[in-house]
C-alpha cells in the first residue's frame, strides 16, 4: 500500500517554507533536506523504500522549490539555513528527531547537529561529509566573491528571468546537472518550474543561491563542530560523486580528514556505485543502507524505550 503524501507550508517571517510528508502522524520523525539548487522532490524515489514506521518531513530550503525567496538585501548562508531548520522543528513541535541530508543538504543537517546535539538522534549524509570546509588562506577572496556576486545582482537594472519552454528546462537541467536521470530532471522539475501564463515556464529558484556562498568554515572549525555531534552517524558516498565536483581543490584534501573523524567516532560510512543523485538516480542502492540504519539506530532504540518504560509501570 502506497503512503499518504501531504503538502507541509511552515510560515515564516518572510513567507513560507513548503515540503512534502509521507507517513503516519505518529511515525518517528525525519526531517530530509535537500541538495544545493534541487528541492524536495529529490527524496520522492527514495522515500517509498525506507521504513514505513517512519514520518518524513521533505522540506525545500528557502529560495529553492516551492519555499519563498529571502528578503532582498539577504544572503543564502550555512547559519541561515540552519535557523530556518530550527524553525521548522519548532512550528512542527518536533523535539527529537532524524535528519537525512543530501550534499549541501548533509552540510546544514551537520551543523545543525552540532548547535542543538540534543534534538538530533541519528543522521544520514548522502555524497557529503557534513561540513564543507575552506582552506583558511581562500575564505577572504571566496567571501569578497560572494558580495561582489551580490553587489552586481542589485545594482543592475531590472531583467526578465528567463522563461523556457518545458523541453527547453529539461535540456537546460540535463546539462547543468550531468549527475540526473532524465526521470530525475522530470521530478525536480515538479517543484523546480513555476508556469508564466501565455509565456512558458521560468525556474522558481532564487538567482541569489547561485552566489558563493559567504559564510565559511575551516577545517579545524569544522572538526571542532564535529565533535560537538551526539547523534549516530551514517554517510552514504558514491563512487562517482561528491569528490568528483568539488569546486575548490582544498576540499577533496579535507574530506578524508573528516570520513577518519567519523570512522574513528564508529560511525558508518558505505560506498555505493552511481553518481552525486544516485539516492534519486537509483534509490535501491541506497534505500538498503538507509533503511538498516534507521531500523537499528533509531526505531529499535525507540522500542527499547518503550519496552523499559512498560517494564516500569
Not at 522539475?189 to 543561491?209: I, N
Not at 562517482?240 to 560511525?267: M, V, W, Y
Request: glycine share 6%; aromatic share 8%; hydrophobic share 40%.
Amino acid at each position: 500500500m502506497a503512503q499518504a503524501v501531504s503538502e507541509l507550508s511552515v510560515q515564516v517571517s518572510w513567507g513560507e517554507i513548503r515540503g512534502k510528508v509521507w507517513g503516519s502522524d505518529h511515525g518517528h520523525p525525519v526531517l530530509c533536506l535537500h541538495g544545493w539548487a534541487d528541492n524536495c522532490g529529490t527524496f520522492n524515489t527514495l522515500i517509498p523504500l525506507l521504513p514505513k514506521e517512519c514520518r518524513y518531513l521533505a522540506v525545500d530550503l528557502a529560495g529553492h522549490g516551492l519555499s519563498s525567496h529571502r528578503p532582498p538585501g539577504v544572503f543564502y548562508s550555512f547559519p541561515a539555513y540552519v535557523a530556518d531548520v530550527r524553525r521548522v522543528a519548532d512550528a512542527l513541535q518536533l523535539k527529537k528527531f532524524t535528519i537525512i541530508g543530501h550534499s549541501m543538504g548533509a552540510d546544514i543537517a551537520g551543523m545543525f547537529s552540532a548547535l542543538y546535539p540534543e534534538m538530533v538522534d541519528a543522521l544520514i549524509f548522502l555524497d557529503a561529509y557534513g561540513f564543507l570546509p575552506t582552506d583558511s588562506r581562500e575564505i577572504s577572496k571566496v567571501m569578497r566573491q560572494g558580495i561582489d556576486e551580490m553587489h552586481q545582482f542589485e545594482t543592475k537594472t531590472e531583467e526578465k528571468r528567463r522563461v523556457y519552454t518545458y523541453e527547453k528546462a529539461v535540456e537546460r537541467s540535463l546539462a547543468a546537472n550531468p549527475t540526473l536521470s532524465k526521470e530525475s530532471v522530470n521530478i525536480l522539475l515538479e517543484r523546480g518550474l513555476v508556469q508564466v501564463e501565455g509565456a512558458g515556464f521560468v525556474f522558481s529558484r532564487d538567482l541569489r543561491v547561485n552566489f558563493k556562498n559567504i559564510m565559511r568554515i575551516s577545517v579545524e572549525q569544522s572538526l571542532e563542530m564535529q565533535s560537538r555531534i551526539q547523534a549516530s552517524v551514517l554517510v552514504v558516498l558514491s563512487e562517482g560523486g561528491f569528490d568528483r565536483i568539488f569546486s575548490e581543490p582544498a576540499q577533496k584534501k579535507f574530506s578524508s580528514t573528516l570520513l577518519q573523524c567519523f570512522r574513528d567516532r564508529n560511525h558508518t560510512v558505505v560506498t555505493v556505485a552511481g553518481g552525486h543523485h544516485v539516492h534519486l538516480n537509483n534509490p535501491e542502492a541506497v534505500a538498503p543502507f538507509v533503511s538498516e540504519f534507521l531500523q537499528t539506530k533509531v526505531l529499535s532504540q525507540s522500542d527499547n524505550r518503550e519496552h523499559k518504560n512498560t517494564s516500569n509501570l
